[in-house]
């Protein structure tokens, strides 16, 4: 006589096993290609520490740029493009450069150069200035040949690097943002304002205009694009008052202009 | 008490060598014409070989079965391993007369007696289970045969072994070798619904699919004993059920649960 009871329990034990082996083999079907993708990305560790020693820092996508570096100095300032047209800087300001240029939120996916920006970082301050702050900052018993060597003008010409990095414009913005908040600079609000301007955010621009202002009454880009930015949300009579407050006390051309420039789209 | 139709059902496939348990199938059929054909042939032996399970005995039994009106034929299905037992057997046959138990047949008197009967009969031995015989009487045997008088068919398991000395032992003399294979899906089909139906059990016959058949041919490999042994645990678990839990089985067709559960009583599958 079969003992069917104790079968039945042995043809359980039978599926479950079969069953297990059944979901394993499925996993493992499944997790071999990610095993194999992962194996040939990350597989490589020598090509990990190559990546390591390039120079180049890739972000996101926009732009790439180019960083002109020197060692030598101590106190930087910057000549951002021409074309931006800042007010002179002089040589006792310092300001930190904008390590990121403005992005052109339109015309950024289509028009790549438009967003390069050479930044080139040079010495303004005077020698000796310089000179006797390296010394306060540090001993001379402490520096090292090279800096031992900046301090006496004999340092050779370095090579200028070349830096290619990408940011994308969100980075972009929190950097500056953060940036400001560290050196509370008008330009970077400035920047910051622009950079709303272009992307349409009026409200932004406008609040970062005003920013600029609050720390350069002088800075005309701030007027301009305060009252661009009350234009471009419908306040344009605001923004007739703002720039010929701005044109009584400066006289400023590009103001009229754009007293005129308002004006005329009204008559249309 | 009541009974289950499956323990008719399960006696069907007791493994036993009788003409009313044969199943003709074409391979069989086959084979018996083969056999009986050499048998007209003045071949001195004929060899019928194979796996264990594979049909050898009920082959040998029929073709008895359809020679014995018409050919003077004896088959011994159990090996005389006594050689003395084993002339007295082949004296008794020809002669159709009993020896004296105080009596034994003596060899060269045997092969002088076959050569008399030269040209006047010719009779046919089928001897079963050969591989258990001694090479000393398997010589013997052949003596016999030479006198062309005797005829054997001869059946052996084809191991390793046994098939050394099919080739070495009887290279010579063997003339017609017929070999047997194990059946193949479709032909297992067959036999298992002609032993169902030819004992009436033809609703249980239309129970078995296609895929259950085949599931029996994997296990059992086509292997007629095998499968005997499959189907006589089956139906047992059947038996079982239908008596204690006969809402656990369906009537229409067999549960894959209880074929997979002979596989495991049987070991062909492991739990």
Redesign the interface.
Known sequence: MINTKQLEKRWYRYKTKNFILFFAGFLLFLLLPYGGYYLLNYGNPMEEKNSLNTPVVQMDSTSIKEVKLEEKPIVETISVAKEHNLTPITPSEVILSPVIPIVDFTQEKSNDRANKRVVEKKSVSPKRKEKSRLVQAKPSTYLTPNELSVVNGTAPNRETKKIHFQSSSSNYMEIMKQKFHENKNPREAMLLANAYYKAGNYIHSEKWALKANSLDKDLEESWLLFAKSKKQQGSRNEAVKILETYYKKSKSTKAKMLIQKIHSEGLQ | MKQSKFKDVKNIFIDTVDTESYVELDSMRYNCEVLEESLKKPLKMILLFGKPGTGKSMTLNRLWFNLKNSREIHYFDAPILSEKAFLRSIYESISSQQIPQNMRVNFDGLLKYCQKLRGEREIVFLLDECQLYSEALMEKIRLLSDTRVVKFVITLHKTENEDVIAKEHFKTRIWEIVELLNAGEEDLNVYIQKKLIRKGFVEVANMFSKKDIKFIHTHSKGNFRETNKFLY?FF??YE??DLHQPERISSHKFSK?IL??TA??LGY???
Do not use: G
Request: avoid cysteine.
């Open positions: 645990t047992s678990i079982y059920y649960k997979e559960m495991i009583k599958i492991y739990d």
